[in-house]
């Protein structure tokens, strides 16, 4: 008997990216599968348009925005309640090849595996990668991207084992979720499938990459890391994610080269902006460039407090939602 597939589909307020995504989904050639459209409280009209343009999907909705792994919970709820076997987590800002389930299931013929990622490319440059995943680089105190922005070509045709694959397509076995859980909704953006990929390492799992897997992936400019916004949970969500991956020293170690030398290198930094940002207005100069800068610096050091006050999920995101 084939193997059932839950597509897992977050929209929030992206109907016309979720409508391509949903278009290429439809024409999956694997039948044993169910696409789980998880509305996360969009307010631009989303619930009616699906309802109307795909009335055969499952609309789930959650009245609210629980973020990218609150949202994702969801639909890893149902599906687990109702027996699937594997969970095709997909972002909706992407297309996908047709044959992508078959390749995911090929893949998974190692019974060791738990978790495999996509081949993601650029939507804008269709040859080129995103990025596959990562390894974790102690000096660095940060992941190297595997794939970034590189060619397609002959090295990345082989399956990779890495220690997180990238969250905009990614299929897991059913095993990996009952044995180690679901994604931390804590983390809300960022940091949680390596968190998940993690833990499934750690329960004895492998985490690869599927090359035939392949996915076209549209680069979103609202959540690059250099935006205040994404910058706010990037540094909140590294912590919290050292905190549950790595034992007490290790911890401390981590903690005090990333908050002994980078927290008081930004609030110097934010305040020396501030008075040359006062500087430039007195004199009637352009601001806007400063005032970015200003607004990043903030965020990395609200994200750094709100892990120490424990302020998770949204926390104070929304005070940087506007920033450019």
């Not at 299931?105 to 978790?115: C, E, H, N, V």
């Not at 804008?124 to 660095?140: E, I, M, V």
């Not at 090295?155 to 044995?179: H, N, Q």
């Not at 912590?239 to 007490?248: C, H, K, M, Q, V």
């Amino acid at each position: 008997m084939k193997p059932r597939v839950a597509i897992i589909v977050l929209n929030w307020n992206g109907k016309e990216d979720t409508k391509k995504c949903l278009d290429s989904l439809e024409k999956i050639t694997f039948p044993n599968k169910e696409i789980l459209l998880i509305d996360n409280g969009s307010t631009d009209g989303s619930q009616e348009f699906f309802r109307m343009e795909f009335p055969d999907i499952r609309l789930i909705e959650t009245k609210c925005n629980l973020g990218y792994a609150g949202g994702n919970n969801v639909g890893l709820e149902i599906g687990l309640k109702e027996e699937f076997d594997f969970f095709f987590v997909l972002n909706n800002d992407t297309v996908v090849d047709p044959k992508i389930v078959k390749a995911f299931l090929a893949g998974f013929s190692d019974k060791g595996i738990g978790i495999l990622g996509g081949k993601i490319y650029r939507m804008d440059d269709p040859k080129r990668l995103d990025h596959l995943g990562g390894r974790w680089n102690r000096k660095k105190i940060d992941f190297d991207y595997v794939g970034y922005r590189e060619m397609d070509g002959e090295e990345w045709t082989s399956p990779l084992e890495l220690d997180y694959v990238t969250g905009a397509a990614m299929m897991i076995r059913r095993e990996v979720l009952e044995k180690v859980g679901l994604f931390d909704p804590r983390f809300f953006l960022f940091w949680e499938e390596s968190d998940l990929c993690f833990r499934a390492r750690r329960a004895g799992f492998l985490v690869k990459t599927c090359p035939e897997a392949k996915v076209w992936h549209k680069i979103s400019a609202s959540f690059t890391g250099g935006k205040p916004h994404a910058a706010y949970f990037l540094w909140r969500n590294r912590l919290l994610w050292i905190e549950r991956n790595f034992s007490l020293p290790l911890r401390f170690y981590y903690f005090f080269r990333l908050l002994g030398g980078r927290f008081p290198q930004f609030f110097l930094l934010k305040y020396m902006r501030k008075i040359q940002f006062l500087f430039q207005k007195a004199r009637g100069k352009d601001t806007e460039r400063n005032q970015i800068r200003i607004a990043q610096l903030d965020a990395k050091l609200s994200g750094m407090q709100d892990y120490f006050l424990r302020r998770f999920r949204a926390g104070r995101s929304k005070n940087f939602m506007n920033c450019h």
